[in-house]
């Protein structure tokens, strides 16, 4: 019987076919398949297997004449820049053999040379050979050039993240109007529910016609045959184009195997993304700790306490630092599973509980206490490790992820965190009550300039609220709309005007707020600059409101208040699954069936004139949840609990572009050029 377990093993499978061609290689790799990579047993799986080193993939790297053999690993086209850098690296070595393996299938090559037919073989991979050749100086020098699809990062057993895909993200308002900008003014769409790829801009079908061919590969390994389901714009997009993928169709005759996939835009609830009323211990570490250079979910973790190096601006850089990845341990994989998917209270207990049983094991002269766990005990029991080499090989797994959390609850960080929440539950009980615009104003008491306290919230935060109300703009009470329309473009004014003057006060511009201007520091940004950036992010914030206005039935993600109980946020999520897992099976029709193909047309045809039973996504003991933008940890426990009340027989394995910290958001939103992505060219 298929499992999850088949599914996350998948990616070790994949790198295994690289891993078979690095003996005695120097390996250079980008970005994104470090990261999968990472996920996947990291570099010292390249050196078990015979690598002689590892470099980054770039113009600026090159090998000496001792080192005749390159393996490059890329998630690009062989094409424009990445090309560019392939020739600067091979020209300044002396390689005379050399293994390329890319992550976008022969198939998507040919569509980005504008190559309609089917052709044998693969003839852009073998023209790229020869080119290798060339470059390496000898034709008769050996080059290899295959499609590996290194793009999924098993993050645990619940969840496979894609990080070559973790800027691709639903599109908004502003994304149709530029659509339609480049249309004739008959053929211009009405709403983002009307596009379809064809229409997108050639950078963006690209990244579509990856991610669809991605997931075919792993289907067909698994011998999967799947329905494919669809709720938002872009999911339409990405099921359309996995349901009509030339090899599927043929799959999806012999695949043994049945497997649902819902695929869900994350603009149908932003509320959940950059709430903070997820009471998870990984969502606070991902939020407060540093990311790891060129990485979108891991962390960078201070392993100072684990040495006996004293605290001064030099140990930084002398000491690599930790990480949240533990795949060699399974002891801090289980742990590591746990925090990601309990209550943060049950994390950190896990966290102390696996530290006490780690320091008896090694006859450590441990002081057991009870009660509240403090990021001062936890940092005690780790100390307690560098005494011993051995124990602290043993165990750096867990004592990374111990390290993690004590970092995380001793940051000064964390008071915003709950000023964030305390600030969602007053709006959110005022959205029932009053009209957007009054909820709205109460923002701007929040924006006076001045120096403000670790508890106050500064632009980051004050843009994540701005996003949270906005998302939900339409559960406000309605009010007469000429007037409610006027003193909101009022208001707006004087929001921006606050936020603007706020961010150019900074002393110091956070990574957002560099993104959001332009500007590497305070010096560099003016005033213009700053309003033309708010400016920009109010035209997309209006648009965040109608996300769900096509949907018939989950409309909303807001239970008013009803006198007895105070309103509540209610997750799209989980609105999704209580319909599928429904023991009355209904028929849900924002959950569009996708699998399209003649059978389903005869179906729909019939159905008209006699009862024919449609695919339902609980038809099937698997269930795939693509959450297109991003997934949250508090969303990957919302969706164990619900699984194992309602479905317990049912597995269900979510997949994602990314895990999301609150701050992911706004830099999705406002920061990302969600038309055209980069695929390397």
């Known amino acids: 019987m298929l499992t999850a377990e088949n599914f996350t093993h998948f990616p ?138 290194v793009v999924f990062a098993p993050v645990s057993q619940q969840l496979l993240l894609t990080p070559a895909f973790a800027h691709l993200f639903p599109l908004l308002s502003p994304d149709l109007e530029s659509i339609n900008a480049k249309r004739p003014e008959k053929k211009r769409f009405g709403s983002l529910v009307d596009v379809d790829t064809h229409s997108l801009p050639p950078e963006l079908q690209i990244e579509v016609k990856s991610l669809a061919s991605a997931l075919n590969c792993m289907f067909e390994a698994t011998g999967t045959r799947e329905e494919s389901f669809a709720v938002g714009p872009m999911s339409r997009i990405i099921a359309g184009e996995l349901a009509n993928h030339p090899q599927a169709k043929n799959r999806r005759k012999t695949a043994p195997h049945k497997a649902s996939v819902i695929f869900v835009d994350r603009t149908m609830d932003l509320t959940g993304a950059v709430g903070h009323h997820g009471d998870n211990l990984v969502e606070k570490i991902l939020t407060v700790l540093k990311p790891l250079p060129c990485h979108v979910t891991d962390v960078q973790v201070d392993m100072l306490e684990l040495t006996s190096l004293q605290r001064c601006p030099d140990a930084q850089t002398t000491l690599a630092p930790g990480c949240l990845a533990q795949t060699p341990s399974s002891t801090a994989r289980s ?93 959110l009980q005022a959205l029932g009550d009053s009209d957007f615009p009054a909820v709205l104003s109460q923002l701007l008491p929040l924006m006076k300039p001045g120096s403000r306290s670790q508890e106050e919230c500064g632009p980051d935060e004050l843009i994540l609220l701005l996003v949270y109300l906005y998302s939900l703009a339409e559960e406000t009470r309605p009010a007469d709309q000429d ?81 007895v109980h105070q309103a509540t946020y209610r997750p799209f999520l989980r609105q999704i699954l209580e319909e599928v897992f429904h023991p009355d099976r209904p028929e849900c029709p924002d959950i569009e069936h996708m699998s399209g193909g003649l059978t389903d047309l005869l179906k729909t045809g019939f159905s008209m004139f006699m009862k024919v039973s449609r695919p339902h996504p609980s038809d099937n003991p698997l269930l795939f949840l693509f959450l297109v933008g991003g997934v949250t940890p508090s969303e990957l426990r919302l969706i164990k609990e619900i699984v194992s009340n309602q479905k317990p027989g049912t597995q269900v394995l979510v997949l994602s572009t990314r895990l999301l910290r609150p701050s992911d958001i706004p830099e999705l939103l406002f920061t990302t050029q969600r038309l055209m992505p980069d695929i390397g060219v």
């Open 483 to 563: 007037e409610e329309d006027e003193e909101l473009q009022r208001l707006e004014g004087e929001l921006i005007g606050a936020l603007t003057l706020l961010i150019t006060q900074e002393t110091e511009l956070s990574p957002l707020l560099q993104k959001l201007t332009g500007c590497a520091s305070p010096e560099e940004l003016t005033m213009e600059r700053a309003h033309t950036a708010v400016e920009g992010m109010f035209e997309t914030l209006r648009g965040l409101s109608h996300a769900r206005e096509h949907l018939k039935q989950l409309r909303s993600v807001y239970t008013a208040s009803d006198g």
């Open 12 to 149: 070790l499978q994949m790198w295994d076919k690289v891993l078979s061609k690095v003996k005695k290689a120097v390996v250079f790799m980008d970005d994104r398949c470090a990261e999968s990579l990472h996920w996947c047993g990291g570099a010292a799986a390249l050196f078990e297997a015979g690598a002689r080193n590892l470099k980054q993939f770039s113009s600026f790297e090159a090998c000496g004449e001792n080192e005749p053999k390159a393996v490059f690993v890329v998630s690009t086209l062989l094409k424009g820049r990445t090309i560019d850098i392939m020739k600067d690296i091979i020209s300044l070595s002396h390689f005379k053999y050399c293994v390329v393996f890319t992550s976008v299938a022969h198939s998507v090559h040919l569509l980005a040379n504008s190559v309609t037919a089917e052709l044998e073989g693969s003839p852009v991979f073998e023209q790229f050979e020869e080119k290798l050749c060339e470059w390496m100086g000898d034709m008769n020098y050996t080059a290899e050039v295959l499609h590996v699809p």
């Open 335 to 427: 742990l590591w599973e746990t925090m990601l998917t309990s209550k943060q209270k049950e994390g950190v207990m896990e966290v102390r509980r696996q530290l006490v049983e780690a320091a008896s094991k090694e006859n450590l002269p441990i002081k057991m206490s009870m009660g509240r766990v403090t990021p001062e005990q936890l940092c005690s029991y780790v100390q307690l490790f560098r005494s011993s080499w051995g124990a602290l090989e043993s165990h750096c797994g867990v004592l990374q992820l111990a390290l993690a959390t004590a970092q995380t609850l001793r940051h000064t960080g964390l008071p915003r965190w709950d000023a964030c929440l305390a600030f969602e539950r007053l709006l």
